[in-house]
Protein backbone atom coordinates (compact mmCIF):
# COMPACT_ATOMS: atom_id res chain seq x y z
CA UNK A 1 0.00 0.00 0.00
CA UNK A 2 2.87 2.55 0.72
CA UNK A 3 4.66 1.51 -2.13
CA UNK A 4 1.48 2.89 -4.41
CA UNK A 5 0.59 5.68 -2.20
CA UNK A 6 4.71 6.91 -2.57
CA UNK A 7 4.34 6.56 -6.41
CA UNK A 8 1.11 8.27 -6.51
CA UNK A 9 2.75 11.03 -4.90
CA UNK A 10 6.04 10.97 -6.78
CA UNK A 11 5.11 11.43 -10.07
CA UNK A 12 8.88 10.86 -11.66
CA UNK A 13 9.19 7.41 -9.79
CA UNK A 14 11.16 5.14 -12.56
CA UNK A 15 9.87 1.44 -11.27
CA UNK A 16 7.39 0.01 -8.70
CA UNK A 17 7.88 -3.81 -7.13
CA UNK A 18 5.63 -4.70 -4.66
CA UNK A 19 5.08 -8.22 -3.22
CA UNK A 20 1.88 -9.04 -1.66
CA UNK A 21 0.71 -6.18 -1.58
CA UNK A 22 -2.51 -4.66 -0.10
CA UNK A 23 -4.13 -2.89 -3.14
CA UNK A 24 -7.92 -1.86 -1.84
CA UNK A 25 -8.32 -1.18 1.87
CA UNK A 26 -12.05 -1.13 0.84
CA UNK A 27 -12.33 -4.75 1.49
CA UNK A 28 -11.66 -4.74 5.15
CA UNK A 29 -14.43 -2.74 6.64
CA UNK A 30 -15.64 -5.47 8.96
CA UNK A 31 -13.51 -4.58 12.04
CA UNK A 32 -13.44 -8.10 13.32
CA UNK A 33 -10.97 -9.17 10.96
CA UNK A 34 -7.62 -8.97 12.96
CA UNK A 35 -6.01 -6.96 9.36
CA UNK A 36 -9.00 -5.18 9.07
CA UNK A 37 -8.14 -3.87 12.89
CA UNK A 38 -4.87 -2.94 12.72
CA UNK A 39 -5.55 -1.16 9.81
CA UNK A 40 -8.20 0.71 11.20
CA UNK A 41 -5.66 2.09 13.80
CA UNK A 42 -3.00 2.90 10.98
CA UNK A 43 -5.74 4.59 8.54
CA UNK A 44 -5.18 8.45 9.16
CA UNK A 45 -9.54 9.97 9.84
CA UNK A 46 -10.32 6.18 9.88
CA UNK A 47 -12.61 6.91 13.12
CA UNK A 48 -14.38 10.13 10.95
CA UNK A 49 -14.42 8.86 7.60
CA UNK A 50 -14.03 5.76 7.22
CA UNK A 51 -14.94 5.37 3.60
CA UNK A 52 -12.98 8.32 2.19
CA UNK A 53 -9.94 6.96 4.46
CA UNK A 54 -10.15 3.50 2.46
CA UNK A 55 -10.65 4.65 -0.94
CA UNK A 56 -7.43 7.20 -0.21
CA UNK A 57 -5.11 4.04 0.64
CA UNK A 58 -6.81 2.16 -1.86
CA UNK A 59 -5.07 1.85 -5.12
CA UNK A 60 -6.99 0.09 -7.10
CA UNK A 61 -9.98 3.60 -6.68
CA UNK A 62 -6.90 5.22 -8.57
CA UNK A 63 -4.14 3.11 -10.79
CA UNK A 64 -4.87 6.11 -13.15
CA UNK A 65 -3.12 8.22 -10.93
CA UNK A 66 0.08 6.11 -10.73
CA UNK A 67 3.12 7.24 -13.01
CA UNK A 68 3.38 5.05 -16.33
CA UNK A 69 6.23 3.55 -14.14
CA UNK A 70 6.36 -0.49 -15.01
CA UNK A 71 5.04 -1.96 -11.82
CA UNK A 72 5.90 -5.18 -10.75
CA UNK A 73 3.58 -7.15 -8.74
CA UNK A 74 4.42 -10.89 -6.88
CA UNK A 75 1.65 -12.91 -4.90
CA UNK A 76 1.34 -16.30 -3.60
CA UNK A 77 -2.22 -17.40 -3.67
CA UNK A 78 -2.01 -19.39 -0.91
CA UNK A 79 -0.73 -15.96 1.09
CA UNK A 80 -2.64 -16.42 4.84
CA UNK A 81 -2.28 -12.89 5.56
CA UNK A 82 -3.20 -10.61 2.20
CA UNK A 83 -5.34 -12.29 -0.22
CA UNK A 84 -4.11 -13.11 -3.42
CA UNK A 85 -7.45 -11.54 -5.22
CA UNK A 86 -5.71 -8.00 -3.82
CA UNK A 87 -3.10 -8.18 -6.30
CA UNK A 88 -5.43 -9.85 -8.79
CA UNK A 89 -7.40 -6.38 -8.29
CA UNK A 90 -4.41 -4.43 -8.67
CA UNK A 91 -3.17 -6.01 -11.98
CA UNK A 92 -7.15 -5.77 -13.43
CA UNK A 93 -6.71 -1.78 -12.31
CA UNK A 94 -3.55 -1.27 -14.01
CA UNK A 95 -4.52 -3.12 -17.10
CA UNK A 96 -7.85 -0.44 -16.96
CA UNK A 97 -5.43 2.45 -16.44
CA UNK A 98 -3.49 1.06 -19.21
CA UNK A 99 -0.30 0.82 -17.26
CA UNK A 100 2.68 -1.35 -17.65
CA UNK A 101 3.16 -3.99 -15.65
CA UNK A 102 3.63 -7.83 -14.95
CA UNK A 103 2.28 -10.13 -12.59
CA UNK A 104 4.67 -12.98 -11.29
CA UNK A 105 2.09 -15.57 -8.77
CA UNK A 106 3.06 -18.60 -6.82
CA UNK A 107 0.73 -21.37 -6.21
CA UNK A 108 2.67 -21.76 -2.41
CA UNK A 109 4.99 -19.31 -0.04
CA UNK A 110 2.45 -17.87 1.99
CA UNK A 111 2.86 -13.98 2.75
CA UNK A 112 6.63 -14.19 2.77
CA UNK A 113 7.01 -16.07 -0.13
CA UNK A 114 10.27 -17.49 1.91
CA UNK A 115 10.54 -20.74 0.11
CA UNK A 116 10.89 -18.51 -3.18
CA UNK A 117 13.12 -15.86 -1.23
CA UNK A 118 15.76 -16.30 -4.20
CA UNK A 119 14.05 -16.66 -7.05
CA UNK A 120 11.60 -13.45 -5.72
CA UNK A 121 14.72 -11.11 -4.88
CA UNK A 122 16.39 -12.07 -8.45
CA UNK A 123 13.12 -10.81 -9.95
CA UNK A 124 12.96 -7.94 -8.19
CA UNK A 125 16.13 -6.92 -9.03
CA UNK A 126 16.18 -7.85 -12.95
CA UNK A 127 12.73 -5.28 -12.83
CA UNK A 128 14.61 -2.27 -11.52
CA UNK A 129 17.66 -3.37 -13.71
CA UNK A 130 15.55 -3.38 -16.78
CA UNK A 131 13.25 -0.18 -15.65
CA UNK A 132 15.64 2.19 -14.01
Do not use: C
Not at 16 to 30: G, H, M, Q, Y
Not at 42 to 51: G, H, Q, R, S, V
Not at 59 to 75: C, G, M, R, Y
Not at 120 to 132: G, H, P, Q, R, Y
Request: glycine fraction near 2%; charge should be negative; aromatic fraction near 8%.
Amino acid sequence: MQSFLVAKAHQDIKAIAVVSAISDVTTFKDRSDETAFLLSKLIPDDDNNADAALKSRSAVQWADSLPNAPTLLIHAKDDERVVFSQSVKMAEALEKAGKPYKFTRYDTGGHDLFVHHEAVLDEIVSWFKLNL
